[in-house]
């Protein structure tokens, strides 16, 4: 397949481009061309936003957007959430206008988040899935707002018949990157912790489930409309920080009260720290996809 991927520099777009560049051709979009070719490696074609117009949209066959201001960037305020919508919702359109104005007919894979379906509490003990229930007027939360308003500029690509796929993930897992990165330096020097009670949800998703669940789409193209990519088994807090520790032969001793977390990081520490949210990736089981590393011990065991 020929793939135009938008965003192409992240974690994900790296980590599709790495494990599928030998299956697909691959051309990448962002803000700076020289810095995508530095990124990737020749053979990848790379294309600046601005030269977005002059870009042949009828010789893709799919268009994968990940674009977004990463959302742990930092404390959440009025122009920070202002961003980290717009560029989402921004370059969306965009790509959805590009390709209807050249009458194509790539299918679209737009990245979302397990955050549409809003923040659960503690006792909540029911799973959330693809057929869970949204309300698209009113969002539970910041996080359940970020990912309505993400899919909403897809809307004019279904209604003109394109086969458009949202693919909601989890937290992804890769070694000494994004996540996993960021909690390396304390919990190397023995002093992770858990959060609260440690009893939140985590919805997680090893990096290689991610290339292959997307291998997986692509393969099959019926599947379209919302497609949870996170492990069939998410885990608490707690259980992620032991296993993490352990994984680095290192001690699990200290506690981190939720209100430390809430002081230090406003409303984005509550959202993403001290609650969760349980994930069920229910369409890929049902079409029969296998993650490689469903459990949360075997997948940081093999991020180490």
Not at 176 to 184: A, E, N, P, Q, S
Not at 233 to 262: D, M, N
Not at 280 to 288: T, V
Request: some cysteine; aromatic content about 8%.
């Amino acid at each position: 397949m020929n793939i135009l991927i938008a965003g192409a520099s992240g974690l994900i777009g790296q980590e599709l481009i790495r494990g599928m560049d030998k299956e697909h051709h691959f051309t990448v979009l962002g803000r700076h061309k020289d810095s995508l070719r530095q990124v990737f490696q020749k053979g990848i074609i790379s294309v600046s936003w601005d030269e977005l117009d002059n870009l042949d949209a009828t010789q893709f066959d799919a268009v994968i957007n990940l674009c977004g201001l990463n959302i742990a960037a930092s404390r959440w305020n009025t122009e920070v959430k202002n961003e980290i919508i717009s560029s989402r919702v921004q370059t969306t359109e965009i790509l959805v206008q590009w390709i209807l104005k050249q009458h194509a007919k790539p299918h679209i894979y737009c990245a979302n988040a397990v955050g549409i379906y809003g923040l659960q509490n503690e006792n909540d003990t029911e799973h959330l899935d693809e057929d869970t229930e949204i309300d698209l007027s009113h969002p539970k939360d910041f996080l359940s707002e970020i990912g309505i308003r993400w899919q909403q500029p897809l809307k004019q690509a279904e209604d003109a018949g394109l086969a458009v796929t949202t693919t909601r993930f989890g937290v992804v897992l890769k070694k000494g990157k994004g996540f996993l990165g960021k909690l390396y330096p304390s919990f190397i020097c023995g002093l992770g912790s858990v959060i609260g009670n440690g009893q939140q949800v985590l919805s997680w998703v090893d990096s290689d489930d991610v290339v292959n669940a997307y291998r997986f789409l692509l393969n099959h193209p019926e599947m379209t409309g919302p497609v949870n990519i996170t492990s069939p088994h998410p885990c608490t807090q707690k259980e992620f920080a032991k296993a993490f520790a352990q994984s680095l032969h290192r001690p699990l001793l200290l506690t981190t009260p939720a209100f430390v977390i809430r002081l230090l990081f406003g409303e984005m520490g509550d959202c993403l720290i001290n609650r969760g949210q349980k994930v069920i990736p229910k369409r890929l089981l049902e079409a029969g996809f296998e993650f490689k590393w469903p459990d949360i011990k075997e997948a940081l065991e093999h991020s180490k």
